[in-house]
């Protein structure tokens, strides 16, 4: 069963920041899906990294679509991106030296922090960006 769930009240508005969303939403749970039926350390690896990669990549999407469109909320989004990649860097690096595992908890944080990112901080940035004509 599925972490994530999209839905239409996950929309910002801007139809590659949704796409890259869903592909967002779809590493979570495959992850999830890993860690519940018990795979391996090295599947979790992979998954973990895929996930954190298309993050990073993700992340650069929006800030250049930011920058472009001089988006007045950019340092305080930037922050947010930042605090996260952190957190979840740190995470990966106790994984991969074994002090850490993939557990409930580190699933529910992934799945908080992304919906309510999107619900809040990207909703946000799509209206104003939305207003200035980007689709």
């Given at each position: 069963m ?17 796409n ?15 860690m ?100």
């Amino acid at each position: 069963m599925a972490l994530i769930t999209w839905s239409n009240m996950l929309s910002t508005g801007i139809a590659e920041q949704d796409n890259q969303h869903k592909k967002l939403i779809e590493l979570i749970n495959k992850l999830n899906d890993a860690m519940q039926a018990g795979k391996g350390t090295e599947v979790l690896a992979s998954v973990l990294s895929e996930l954190v990669n298309y993050t990073v990549f993700h992340f650069g999407y929006e800030e250049k679509l930011m920058d472009q469109n001089k988006y007045t909320d950019t340092a305080a989004h930037k922050t947010e991106h930042r605090k996260f990649v952190e957190t979840v860097g740190d995470f990966k690096k106790k994984f991969e030296s074994g002090s850490a595992v993939i557990s409930v908890e580190i699933m529910n944080f992934l799945r908080n922090w992304l919906t309510g990112h999107i619900m809040k901080t990207d909703k946000k940035m799509g209206q104003e960006l939305a207003k200035a004509g980007v689709k």
